[in-house]
């Protein structure tokens, strides 16, 4: 292992899904680079395969300009670390692969880090919380979580579809026009302020669990009748969905007792999600935040920031122990630098 003098730097790379991104992280949790290279399937939804394509291809740029960005070298870097899973396999390998490349030839320690506790990372570390309620709503997850004895606990799930999918397989099935850089996600939300119906769709919470998948095919069924407004259609898919991730969130509230609320992922970016977190938490004395979007969805700088919390706790990952791991579950992984 190096030492160098002054700060020390990782470099995190992820690459879970549609996202290869790499940031730089001081040591002390300055983020100095996180660029980040999406791709957009020709159509339809994320193919593994072309997605993988896709990061080999974008690989060594955007490594170049994440080191030009923090104004660092190679050599100058103390660790690395990569997203190990949970995530799609083929992607997963990818930058692990190039995680690997990396590590043995500048001779520093690699670090496997779970995507979902990196999530959690980031949103404390920009946004100053300590101890939240975690919603994490994205295209590929949607969980409910909050720390509880060594890990973050699982409070409340999808059984199926993330609810970043559902709002992207709705849209694109409505045939939604996207502008430019603009998510599905977010042509609903703007589809959704010109609604004024509620719509009825199923509504499925069992225990704190959820399901989107029986509600996207009922609103898929209604828009191809051609009865309803688009406009409403969009309303009612939100209202409900968010209804439900807000349902669940507010009883692991209740439930924990903690007095922040955390919402993360890329659906974060929503206002009207926005609203209904902000208003349970306010029920429940507790702080809402919301990360900043490029914090938000998928990205570098919270794999390198958790890698360095890791490192700092003793954890490496031997170059025979980094495979990668597409189902590795958030309550799997002892986090022993959240007290
Ligand atoms: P991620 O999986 O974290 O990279 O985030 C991507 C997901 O966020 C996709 O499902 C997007 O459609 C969704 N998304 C982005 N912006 C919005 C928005 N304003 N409202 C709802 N979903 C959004
Ligand atoms: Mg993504």
Known sequence: MKRKTGESYCLGIEST???????IS????????????????PKGGIHPREAARHHAGVASSVLEKAFKKAGIKPADLSILAFSQGPGLGPCLRTGATVARALASYLGIHLVGVNHCVAHIEIGKLE???????????????TIVSAFDSGRYRVFGE????????CLDVFAREAGLHQRVGEPFGAVVERFAANGKKLIS????V??????????LTAAINLFKKG????EDLCYSLQETVFSMVTEVTERALAHTEKKEVLLTGGVAANKRLQSMIKAIAEEHDAEFSVIPREFAVDNGAMIAWTGILAYKHGVVTPIEESFVKSRWRLEEVEVPWVK
């Not at 769709?201 to 499925?204: A, S």
């Not at 069992?206 to 509600?215: A, E, Q, W």
């Open 17 to 23: 899904a549609d996202d290869f991104s790499v940031g």
């Open 26 to 41: 001081t040591f002390s949790g300055k983020i100095l680079a996180n660029i980040i290279d999406v791709y957009i399937p």
């Open 227 to 230: 009865e309803h407004k688009l």
């Open 127 to 141: 946004t100053g919380t300590e101890d939240p309620v975690t919603l994490y709503v994205s295209g590929g997850n």
């Open 201 to 204: 769709l199923p509504y499925t």
């Open 158 to 165: 999808t059984l199926d579809i993330a609810i970043g999918n």
């Open 206 to 215: 069992k225990g704190m669990d959820m399901s989107f998948s029986g509600l």
